[in-house]
């Protein structure tokens, strides 16, 4: 069984301030992780993913994202807010015993004050 | 960029009527995938799609739904008769292989509201 839970389901910032968005999961196997982005009227789109190469994993637009198995996390950062940031950001998990099929969290929705 | 697509974008039907969402998956992808957010609620899985034919499902995906692949682009998603609890957000996604983290690529959605 696999699970994820994404900790804030709303997290406003300044603009040129860091945005932190925390995501626990659990799985019973080795987990693929990712970071999926949705704009509005958009689709889900793949900010970056950890599937067991360096812990610390760059993605699109300035993100990036850790892996730590001990505390069972993989917390999303950027060190500096961006307007066009403001979005609703999924944390999402796959075992290798449910093949492919991906678990999403509940959601982090981002506001980016000017 | 590749992207799937999705039809249509929004459809409003009313409580009985058969329904059916359409995706264009991206061309060289053999893996296709439904899943669904109602309002709310988190993104979950329906059901994914090899080889012309259901590889798993959820169980959500009961004998109200079906999924087909009828030419060489198209991949749609059919629920026969609607009721009011269908209205979500319905996400088409395809994935180049079934392999454990391979990335899957979503469409834009179609949001099905049943009155």
């Known amino acids: 069984a696999q699970s994820v839970t994404q900790l804030d389901s709303h997290v406003s910032v300044s603009e040129g301030t860091p945005v932190l968005l925390r995501c626990n999961y659990s799985?019973?196997?080795?987990?693929?992780l990712f970071w999926y982005v949705q704009h509005p009227n958009k689709g889900l789109q793949l900010l970056l993913k950890y599937t067991s190469a360096a812990t610390l994993v760059k993605g699109i637009n300035g993100f990036e994202a850790e892996f730590k198995k001990s505390e069972t996390s993989f917390h999303l950062t950027k060190p500096s807010a961006h307007m066009s940031d403001a979005a609703e950001y999924f944390c999402v998990v796959s075992g290798k015993a449910a093949g492919n099929k991906l678990t999403f969290g509940g959601g982090t929705r981002v506001l980016v004050k000017p | 960029e590749p992207e799937v697509t999705q039809t249509p974008s929004h459809q409003v039907t009313q409580m009985g009527q058969e329904v059916i969402l359409r995706c264009v998956p991206i061309?060289?992808?053999?893996?296709f995938y439904w899943y669904r957010q109602i309002l709310g609620q988190k993104v979950e899985f329906l059901v994914s799609?090899?080889?012309?034919?259901?590889?798993?499902k959820s169980e959500i995906f009961d004998d109200q739904f079906s999924v087909e692949r009828p030419d060489g682009s198209n991949f749609t998603l059919k629920i026969r008769s609607t009721k009011l609890e269908d209205s979500a957000m319905y996400f088409c996604?395809?994935?180049?292989?079934?392999?454990?983290?391979?990335?899957?690529?979503f469409g834009e959605g179609s949001w099905l509201t049943v009155v």
């Open positions: 799985s019973s196997y080795s987990p693929s």
């Open positions: 061309s060289n992808h053999l893996y």
């Open positions: 996604a395809s994935g180049e292989t079934y392999t454990w983290g391979n990335t899957i690529y």
């Open positions: 799609f090899y080889n012309n034919e259901i590889s798993e």
